[in-house]
């Protein structure tokens, strides 16, 4: 698993308190892991404040997997 | 109007976690104020207050993770995890859990705050000054709200009748019981969670009541001897946090499922001061006309009062003008009622203070004892009621009368009897 994995799936347990072993890459945060419209909003801005991004809202709107952070982060990411 | 009657009892004072726990500590005369060392309180006046005692749950202490998930902690002030953990204690104890549509319908939530999430708007608005408004979370609007607190509460127990609360400073959880008592009394309720909380014993918190003046600086060195109601030595209040959640139902619905009835709920009065943002009126005439109020609506006379749990917050001010108040409504049954300022070992918990002084006024009548009045070495008037110095006084209690005063002068007095 890349860096930027680990550092997602380390925000996503903190914030959505699931289990780790639940946090794969098709896990979906609202039907898989429970989340609801503001969790999804506050982990936008976790992932914002990690991986010093600004993540528009339009691109916010596509990321509704784990794999979908992943991989915008890995593309995205400074820091 | 139906009868109404309290089956339930639940709260996170700053004796501790647990109405039994709490009462115990509360007639063994201890005191909850401590020095504040939960944040930097070393540039204010004031250094000391009333918090409920954190632990691992066991032995009174109050752990936040037994009420609610962390996950959920996180996104709100500590008001509404104080108000979770009082109300789920009040469920309990009433042995009252709606999991049919008819029962959850027929049962609400009046849980009111005197000012919400003050911590949190702070911390918010930092954030907001600092990183700018993309940093602002989602929770920081409704993990401060006030009425949040109902919110949580209906959404953990699925209670879907009335949903409201107070907003009435330091009335607020009686205004709350009183209302919901009427809620049941009408009938659009069966069940009420009716109460109380607080969570404002924090750094902006204490230096804006420290900014009007209100607490006591005097003491920072001796902090249980600061809340001292009626004494000479009096300088000021000693803020307190937490919550208190009472169960408020109607008689024919718990005699109707066999439920332990702690007290019944006879009267309930309101008025307003009209005269200061923050001061009492001189004549003590908005406190008068809110006791005989809620005589009024028991149907009872000043001589049927035996315990007063009086508002008594312990500033130079506020205490002799109740206690005027008071004289004036009981006139020579005075000498036959004890009267105590609870506040002197809880400290003054706000918005929820009502909630819990009911719960000791509930408690009073049950046990046939009256709380004590700490901390009154040197009464600062003569008067024939008894003050209840320093120890617990064993006596008859049917009749108890809890009174609340709040800024904004808003008053509200509540008259508990013992059921029969």
Known sequence: MSDVAERVKKIVVEHLGVEADKVVASANFIDDLGADSLDTVELVMAFEEEFNVEIPDDAAETIVTVGDAVKFLEKNATA | MRRVVVTGLGTVSPLACGVEETWTRLLAGQSAARPLVHFDASDLPCRIGCVPPKGD????????????????????????????????????????????????????????????????????????????????????????????????????????????????????????????????????????????TESAVNRVGIAGFCACRALSTSYN????????????????????????????????????????????????????????????????????????????????????????????????????????????????????????STKSAVGHLLGAAGALEAIFSILAIRDGVAPPTLNLDNPSVETSIDLVPHVARKRKIDVALSNSFGFGGTNASLIFRRYQ
């Open chain 2, 57 to 196: 749950g066991s032995g009174g202490t109050y752990n936040p993770d037994d009420w609610m998930e962390p996950k959920e902690q996180r996104k709100v002030d500590e008001f509404i995890v104080y108000a979770m953990s009082a109300a789920t204690q009040a469920l309990r104890d009433a042995s009252w859990k709606p999991e049919t549509y008819e029962k959850q319908t027929t049962t609400g939530v009046m849980i009111g705050s005197g000012i919400g999430g003050i911590g949190g708007i702070y911390d918010g608005s930092i954030t907001l000054h600092e990183k700018g408004p993309r940093r602002l979370s989602p929770f920081f609007i409704p993990g401060r709200l006030a009425n949040l607190a109902s919110g949580y509460v209906s959404i953990e127990h699925g209670l879907k009748g009335p949903n409201h609360s107070v907003v009435t400073a330091c009335s607020t959880g009686a205004h709350a019981i009183g209302d919901a008592a009427r809620i049941v009394a009408l009938g659009d309720a069966e069940v009420m969670l009716a109460g109380g």
């Open chain 2, 221 to 340: 060195d001796t902090p249980e001897k600061a809340s001292r109601p009626y004494d000479k030595g009096r300088d000021g209040f000693v803020m307190g946090e937490g919550a208190a959640v009472v169960v408020v139902e109607a008689l024919d619905h718990a005699l109707a499922r066999g439920a332990k009835i702690y007290a019944e709920i006879v009267g309930y009065g309101m008025s307003g001061d009209a005269f200061h943002i923050t001061s009492p009126s001189e004549d003590g005439d908005g406190a008068y006309r809110c006791m005989a109020a809620a005589l009024k609506r028991a149907g009872m006379a000043a001589a049927d009062i035996d315990y007063i749990n009086a508002h008594g917050t312990s500033t130079p001010l506020g205490d002799e003008i109740e206690l005027r108040a008071i004289e004036r409504l009981l006139g020579a049954h005075g000498s036959k009622v004890s009267m105590s």
